[in-house]
């Protein structure tokens, strides 16, 4: 008698005959093998997806941009705010003389005989000439190094923002990038204008500065050009009201549509243009001093109040 070769408990009690013993026979229990295979994305469904990620992004990059600006913004701001400290430090270790805000633009004025209130003989620059389109970055490095500044604030990267503005130095021609991208007000110890207006006068001792808290000390300008080699200047508030509404020096436009600035107290602030006129010129690919009138412009209203005074 042949014995059947049971299968493994669970497998049913069915046989199949073994090919050695055609009598014989096994017990299993034939199951049948299903593969399940996900569903996979139709063609509509993945360009669906597609277009849902593409309008998210278009709301969310304006946001982010904005947060990265406004990131660079504030260390833009830090590093006025210590340069400006600085400043303040060499006045009190000065006899509350200000430091020479020029750059070595106006030579004429480092000749002995000169009156003091136009003079900046025997005085160093806060930075050495660093404005020739023809300087190698290591020269305008130095500029900043033999400044009068350079021993109160001795690292080079407070002297420029993050956001180096190239669209000067290359509308010019300059052979390296702007290793400074902050002015120093005509009015704070750089250029007396007294010839076109009587206000336009240059300080030179911090009893002088009235107000403090609202006379500009220094800006960003994103970098110096021919159109505004060291300092930075507007008319006077006289001047504008007189009937001549336009801007000496081009009105920096950065960090959005408007520009960091320091006071004479030691705040820096961010200060937003308000006409549109003064960003189109300010936005110039080509920076160029003198723009057309603006008349009942606020913003030279304000810009003149900060770099010359309220009278």
């Known amino acids: 008698m042949l014995t059947p070769i049971r299968t493994r408990p669970g497998d049913g009690d069915g046989c199949v005959p073994r090919p050695s013993r055609p009598n014989g026979c096994t017990s299993i229990d034939h199951q049948p093998s299903t593969i399940n295979h996900p569903p996979g994305f139709t063609l509509i469904e993945l360009l669906v997806v597609i277009a849902v990620i593409a309008i998210l992004m278009a709301?969310?990059?304006?946001?982010?941009?904005?947060?990265?600006?406004?990131?660079?913004?504030a260390g833009c701001l830090s590093n006025l705010k210590q340069l400006t400290l600085a400043w303040l430090m060499y006045i009190d270790q000065n006899s509350e003389r200000l430091v020479n805000g020029d750059t070595r633009e106006y030579t004429a004025m480092y000749s002995a005989g000169r009156p003091?209130?136009?003079?900046?003989?025997?005085?160093?620059?806060?930075?050495?000439?660093?404005?020739?389109?023809?300087?190698?970055?290591?020269?305008?490095?130095?500029?900043?190094?033999?400044?009068a500044l350079y021993p109160y604030?001795?690292?080079?990267n407070i002297y420029r923002c993050s956001t180096v503005e190239r669209r000067t130095a290359d509308a010019y021609g300059a052979r390296s990038e702007s290793m400074r991208t902050y002015?120093?007000?005509?009015?704070?110890?750089?250029?007396?204008?007294?010839?076109?207006?009587?206000?336009?006068?240059?300080?030179?001792?911090?009893?002088?500065?009235?107000?403090?808290?609202?006379?500009?000390?220094?800006?960003?300008d994103g970098g110096t050009g021919?159109?505004?080699?060291?300092?930075?200047?507007?008319?006077?508030?006289?001047?504008?009201?007189?009937?001549n509404w336009s801007w000496w020096d081009p009105p920096p436009v950065r960090h959005g549509e408007g520009t960091n600035w320091s006071f004479a107290d030691g705040h820096a602030d961010y200060h937003k243009w308000e006409d549109p006129r003064t960003i189109e010129f300010g936005k110039q690919t080509r920076p160029t001093a003198n723009s057309p009138q603006q008349p009942d412009n606020q913003d030279l209203i304000w810009s003149a109040q900060v770099v010359w005074g309220s009278k």
């Not at 709301?59 to 913004?73: H, S, V, W, Y």
């Not at 389109?133 to 190094?145: F, N, V």
């Not at 604030?153 to 080079?156: G, K, V």
């Not at 505004?228 to 007189?242: D, K, Y």
């Open 59 to 73: 709301i969310l990059m304006p946001a982010l941009n904005r947060a990265k600006e406004q990131g660079k913004r």
């Open 116 to 147: 003091f209130n136009d003079s900046h003989y025997n005085e160093q620059p806060w930075v050495e000439r660093d404005w020739d389109t023809a300087m190698t970055k290591a020269q305008k490095i130095l500029a900043i190094e033999q400044g």
């Open 153 to 156: 604030l001795n690292t080079l």
């Open 183 to 220: 002015a120093i007000m005509d009015s704070m110890n750089c250029k007396g204008w007294t010839g076109t207006s009587p206000d336009m006068r240059m300080l030179k001792t911090r009893p002088e500065i009235k107000d403090p808290a609202f006379r500009a000390v220094m800006v960003d």
């Open 226 to 243: 021919m159109s505004a080699l060291g300092g930075f200047t507007t008319r006077s508030l006289r001047v504008i009201r007189g009937g």
